[in-house]
T-cell receptor
């Protein structure tokens, strides 16, 4: 009964490095989301997907790219990491209204 | 442009009393409103939701009230328990874009 699984859970990157965060859900949900959580800012939507093969920009998409090649996976990429991207990243999936969240990935860019 | 706002960063309530968390929104296209609870080092977990066509939804100790004319919703927790200490996020679903927009969160502390 995994739900939404995010990998990795922690990562430290150097400025300019690239990485991909993986989100996998086993609930056959159509909608998937990537958020970042920063102190005092709440959860801000980076990108989202309304189905396999689709992606759309959220509130803070700059510096990130996403792909949804398979329905169960939603990848978040950072091509050239910056210190401003230090944050906790959450993936979520939804069938209609309620969204289910993963445990988060704590990313530090130095 | 913050479409969902929680103006109180923190709230402290005595155990057994009522906790009231507030949320304001600006977008009339929101069709559902949700409350999430978050403990440190965990992902947010769903608590309760309300459709935009209703004004109240109750689930055990949790009740959400929606005032569409004021674009305001609130979460009531009664009685408050120590395990309720967490950060609470208000969220709204945009029916057109099928996305969830969150507020900044309110840290609730229940004191014994």
């Amino acid at each position: 009964n995994a739900g939404v699984t995010q990998t990795p859970k922690f990562r430290v990157l150097k400025t300019g490095q690239s990485m991909t965060l993986l989100c996998a859900q086993d609930m056959n949900h159509e909608y998937m989301y990537w958020y970042r959580q920063d102190p005092g800012m709440g959860l801000r939507l980076i990108h989202y997907s309304v189905g396999e093969g689709t992606t759309a920009k959220g509130e803070v998409p700059d510096g990130y790219n996403v792909s949804r090649l398979k329905k169960q996976n939603f990848l978040l990429g950072l091509e050239s990491a910056a210190p401003s991207q230090t944050s906790v990243y959450f993936c979520a999936s939804s069938l209609s209204v309620e969204a289910f969240f993963g445990q988060g990935t704590r990313l530090t860019v130095v | 442009d913050q479409q969902v706002k929680q103006n109180s960063p923190s709230l402290s309530v005595q155990e057994g009393r009522i906790s009231i968390l507030n949320c304001d929104y600006t977008n009339s296209m929101f069709d559902y409103f949700l409350w999430y609870k978050k403990y440190p080092a965990e992902g947010p977990t769903f608590l309760i939701s309300i459709s935009s066509i209703k004004d109240k939804n109750e689930d055990g100790r949790f009740t959400v009230f929606l005032n569409k004319s004021a674009k305001h919703l609130s979460l009531h927790i009664v009685p408050s328990q120590p395990g309720d200490s967490a950060v609470y996020f208000c969220a709204a679903k945009d029916q057109g874009a099928q996305k969830l927009v969150f507020g900044q969160g309110t840290r609730l502390t229940i004191n014994p």
